[in-house]
């Protein structure tokens, strides 16, 4: 069965800190892998997408990383501002316009 | 430039009500898409439109139908609205498969 696990559900972190989001996923075939943030109450918007060449990709304070071997990808958010609070939401893309959505790591970054 | 954006943002309907979720965008991309986004799970396709004057069924498309009135619009409808159906619906659009989607702000609908 085609899924996208994320880990750990919540994370509460204080400001200028890092972290690090988890996402395995077990889907196939894999055409890309996406983060996306999502503010409360409002629709996700994408940080970054990755195909399977790809190891590491950055925008900004994020970084994700892709193992393909291991179906694995991670998001580092470095020195966390207030405004990261949010949810983090991997998708991975099984075939064309097959999207798998994990359940999102709610971050809460503490002043 | 607005983006993407729906209306109407909240709605109550009661059982076997109908309503059609509008959806617009100005970005001149060629796929849209429906989503439904419940708690504790993950955001599920309902159906897509991969360019105009076509649309495709998605993960979860029973219960609902869906209009690709021209590039701009993509409009979601129940025809019989059922208590399951309460959701958070949201539209994006993008230039197509693999390509960043982008997302509207969202419609909040409760069935009663």
């Known amino acids: 069965k085609n899924q996208v696990e994320q880990s750990p559900q919540s994370l509460i972190i204080l400001e200028g800190k890092n972290c690090t989001l988890q996402?395995?996923?077990?889907?196939?075939?894999?055409?890309?892998l996406r983060w996306y943030k999502q503010d409360t109450g409002r629709g996700p918007v994408s940080l970054t997408i990755?195909?399977?060449?790809?190891n590491t990709k950055s925008n900004g304070r994020y970084t994700a990383t892709l193992d393909a071997d291991t179906k694995q990808s991670s998001l580092h958010i470095t020195a966390s501002q207030l405004s990261d609070s949010a949810s983090y939401i991997c998708?991975?893309?099984?075939?064309?316009?097959?999207?798998?959505f994990g359940t999102g790591t709610r971050l809460k970054v503490l002043a | 430039n607005a983006g993407v954006t729906q209306t109407p943002k909240f709605q109550v309907l009661k059982t076997g009500q109908s309503m059609t979720l509008q959806c617009a965008q100005d970005?001149?991309?060629?796929?849209m898409y429906w989503y439904r986004q419940d708690p504790g799970m993950g955001l599920r396709l309902i159906y897509y439109?991969?360019?105009?004057?076509?649309?495709d069924k998605g993960e979860v498309p029973n219960g609902y139908n869906v209009s690709r009135l021209n590039k701009r619009e993509f409009s979601l409808r129940l025809e019989s609205a059922a208590p399951s159906q309460t959701s958070v619906y949201f539209c994006?659009?993008?230039?197509?498969?693999?390509?960043?989607?982008?997302f509207g702000p969202g419609t909040r609908l409760t069935v009663t």
């Open positions: 996402c395995n996923y077990t889907v196939s075939p894999f055409s890309n």
């Open positions: 439109s991969a360019s105009e004057g076509t649309t």
């Open positions: 998708v991975v893309e099984g075939g064309t316009y097959k999207y798998i």
């Open positions: 994006a659009t993008g230039q197509g498969t693999v390509y960043e989607q982008y």
């Open positions: 990755m195909t399977f060449s790809e």
């Open positions: 970005m001149n991309h060629n796929s």
